[in-house]
T-cell receptor
């Protein structure tokens, strides 16, 4: 099992550009999450999903959109990137219950110039 | 934000010593979790303690929870160089669907 994978690992964008981060899990988990991690601030929840076709807002959802068209994939989109979105993005998944034990991907380092 | 706070921010100990880090939070919770993050990697779940539990063990890890003080502690006994990492607490609130991480403790174990 690959667990949770994220694509790409690194990306540099210019202000105003758009991109999509892909998260995939092969553990058949119901719940999936997107976080961002900034220096000195820990991780903050952007959006999450309780199942295929569902999404919900986390603590810092502004500027991001998500989609869960397939159970194994959770996409995070930036429509018009801003320098404030420079961060490391982590995807995670869990089973059994919302916000249970989460399995994390390796992260995507995004820089917006 | 209901982000938790870890204390200390950084901790440096000799191999074989015990390491204790603390987490405080602001509102009532359903459960509290501890995660480890090695440099440049994703987080790894260590232990979950429910609000009606006071202590939990897993190998060399011992977690306590004091809901009256809104605080938790993580004890790592007989530390090893491989324990060098950042440790985060995370809380699930009793109301609403939100999950909050603390700011983390950076642990360095010197061989």
């Amino acid at each position: 099992n690959a667990g949770v994978t994220q694509t790409p690992k690194f990306r540099v964008l210019k202000t105003g550009q758009s991109m999509t981060l892909l998260c995939a899990q092969d553990m058949n988990h119901e719940y999936m999450y997107w976080y961002r991690q900034d220096p000195g601030m820990g991780l903050r929840l952007i959006h999450y999903s309780v199942g295929e076709g569902t999404t919900a807002k986390g603590e810092v959802p502004d500027g991001y959109n998500v989609s869960r068209l397939k159970k194994q994939n959770f996409l995070l989109g930036l429509e018009s990137a801003a320098p404030s979105q420079t961060s490391v993005y982590f995807c995670a998944s869990s089973y059994g219950r919302l916000f249970g034990e989460q399995f994390f991907g390796p992260g995507t380092r995004l820089t917006v110039l | 934000s209901q982000q938790g706070e870890e204390d200390p921010q950084a901790l440096s100990i000799q191999e074989g010593e015990n390491a204790t880090m603390n987490c405080s939070y602001k509102t009532s919770i359903n459960n509290l979790q501890w995660y480890r993050q090695n440099s440049g990697r994703g987080l790894v779940h260590l232990i979950l303690i429910r609000s009606n539990e006071r202590e939990k063990h897993s190998g060399r890890l011992r977690v306590t929870l004091d809901t009256s003080k809104k605080s938790s502690s993580l004890l790592i006994t007989a530390s090893r160089a491989a324990d060098t990492a950042s440790y985060f607490c995370a809380t699930v609130r009793n109301t609403g669907n939100q999950f909050y991480f603390g700011t983390g403790t950076s642990l360095t174990v010197i061989p």
